[in-house]
C-alpha cells in the first residue's frame, strides 16, 4: 500500500508546481512532434527524389523522342523534294529488275 502521507505530499507539489508539470508535458509533446515532422520530411524527401529521377527519365525519353521526329522530318523532307521538284516516284514491281553478279 502507499502511504497517504506521501500522496498528501505529492498532491501539495503539484497544486504549488502544476505550471512546471504542464510546462514539462508541453516539451514532452513538442519532443515527440519534431520527431513525427522530421519522419514526415524523411518521406516527403524520398518522394521528391523519386519524382526527379522520374522527370530526368521522361526529359531523357522527350528528347529521343524530339531526335526520332527530327529524323522522320528530314526522310519526308527529302521524299517531297524528290516527288515534286525532280519528279521522281518509286518504280512499280513490273518496272523492277533484279540483277544477280556471278
Not at 14 to 30: F, K, V, Y
Not at 39 to 67: A, P
Not at 81 to 89: F, G, K, S
Amino acid at each position: 500500500m502507499i502511504d497517504t502521507g506521501l500522496l498528501r505530499l505529492i498532491q501539495h507539489d503539484l497544486r504549488h508546481t502544476w505550471h512546471q508539470a504542464i510546462i514539462g508535458l508541453g516539451i514532452i509533446a513538442l519532443a515527440f512532434a519534431t520527431v513525427y515532422v522530421s519522419y514526415l520530411n524523411r518521406q516527403q524527401t524520398g518522394l521528391w527524389d523519386q519524382m526527379l529521377k522520374q522527370q530526368d527519365e521522361l526529359n531523357i525519353e522527350w528528347h529521343h523522342l524530339l531526335l526520332e521526329e527530327q529524323t522522320q522530318a528530314e526522310h519526308h523532307r527529302v521524299r517531297e523534294i524528290a516527288t515534286h521538284q525532280l519528279h521522281m516516284h518509286r518504280p512499280q514491281p513490273k518496272d523492277e529488275r533484279v540483277l544477280i553478279l556471278p
